[in-house]
């Protein structure tokens, strides 16, 4: 008999391992983050920097949205000329404390001025950093990357730019082991998406969402991130549950107000996340409606 248990705890060891060691392609499902207890199904906008009143794409406002129990926090990331990320939301489409970050070095940009708070300009690996530290992030929010599409008089620089941030920021993460805790947001169009689908999900293991509204089979392994307007509106070529019938994941934004929040909530049980300039606003009416603790 112990030689039987014996086979069988080994049999059990080896699968085991052996699941452990092959990669599977994360699933675009809600998964919990963390302990999976006391988490919203909400995404700041930049950290809700909108409603906390710091500064954007912040090691603040990251703190703000983690305190929230958010599921993730939204940032910007760009690509500096010393093949770093920053996180940061470009000014006029393009600079970074006036610079073009993709011409500069990290330390020539946080050189040129600081946040309004004072803290540099973070990286990516900072914010890895903070989403790392169970103490700092207790419920395991995630982060979620806004490859931006940089843009001078309304004309889009180089693309080549934005692809080579998505996948500077997957060698990034997958060097700080971060996969499970970062998840990346594709511009609407098909000149960066098309590129790096494929890549960032089967290679790198992280997931992805585009932000064109399109049918539902155009999405492969990627999940839909919407605008309010582009699904909920008036003439709208398709609707929250044509994407969530689909088996689609789908999260929407922006969810701003009295009237957006009160149409989208009652979809929240099959939604990814719901995205907003105001999660604490949005948790309470979520709390207040019985659809969270």
Known sequence: MRSVKKILWSCAVLAV??????????PNKNQPSGDGTGVYKVVAHRGGYQECARPDCSISSLKYAIMLRCFASECDIVLTGDNDVLVAHPQSG????????FDHTVAEIRAAGTLANGEPVPTLRDFIRVLQDPELNPHGMRL???????TKNGEEIDVNHSINACYRACEIIKEMKAQSLCEFLIPTGGSIFDVVRDKVIDEYRINLAWMTCTHPDNYGKAWAQLSYDKIFGDNTAYGPMDYISAGVPLSVYNVDDDETMDAVIPYY??????FTNYPSKLIQKLRAQGYAD
């Open 144 to 150: 979620w990357l806004d490859v931006k599409r940089l």
């Open 269 to 274: 049980p099959k939604l990814k996340a719901i």
């Open 17 to 26: 391992v052996c699941g452990c060691t092959k990669l599977e392609t994360p």
């Open 94 to 101: 393009y600079l970074v404390n006036g610079l073009e970050p």
